[in-house]
């Protein structure tokens, strides 16, 4: 699906994910994405329960409930050139149990309550060059949230949380902006 970048909007609002992804090689491209953040729901721009070797590239995401991205349960997928903008009240990102192998690329994120990437079981995640700037405790990897690989990002005055096994956290830069 590839969308008119801001003038192609879908939101889900209080009523459900504005996009459900549950097929192979889906490519969400260009597009303005939300839902209300603040009332009370889990519904997210973005929820990938099932599928593979999809894309989401180069949209922007303004509001949501939860997560702006929720991988439940959807492999090798990429996360590339995207803006998370709005106000979130989870993370940007956040990887399942049984998500994993998950591609996140040269994304901003800006004012998300969490930060960018939250991994409460996903594995072997690849998390290179994204910039977070006014979130909150910007990268986190729970136990159960192995062998992901967090390389060459940049993120405000935040931390990079570590209680899963074998992660390789390197060469981050933390610094005010």
């Known amino acids: 699906m590839a969308g008119n970048e801001r003038a192609t909007l879908i939101d889900g609002s209080t009523i459900d994910d504005a996009i459900d992804i549950t097929a192979w090689a889906v490519t969400i491209e260009n597009?303005?994405?939300?839902?209300d953040a603040g009332a009370g729901n889990a519904f997210v721009p973005i929820e990938c329960s099932s599928g593979q070797r999809g894309r989401i590239i180069n949209n922007y995401f303004g509001e949501s409930d939860a997560y702006f991205i929720d991988f439940s349960g959807c492999v090798d997928q990429e996360v590339s050139s995207n803006q998370f903008q709005g106000s979130a009240d989870g993370w940007a990102i956040h990887t399942a149990s049984g998500s994993g192998r998950n591609r996140?690329?040269?994304?901003?994120?800006?004012?998300?309550?969490?930060?960018?990437?939250?991994?409460?079981?996903?594995?072997?995640?690849?998390?290179?060059?994204?910039?977070?700037?006014?979130?909150?405790?910007r990268y986190q990897f729970d136990s159960g949230a192995n062998y992901n690989i967090l390389l060459g990002n940049r993120y405000e005055n935040g931390v990079a949380t570590d209680n899963g096994t074998g992660n390789v956290i390197a060469n981050n830069e933390s610094t005010g902006f």
Not at 31 to 35: C, E, G, P, R, W
């Open 31 to 35: 597009f303005a994405l939300s839902t």
């Open 104 to 137: 996140i690329i040269n994304n901003g994120v800006n004012n998300s309550a969490g930060g960018l990437f939250y991994s409460s079981g996903g594995d072997n995640n690849v998390i290179i060059g994204n910039i977070s700037k006014d979130s909150g405790n």
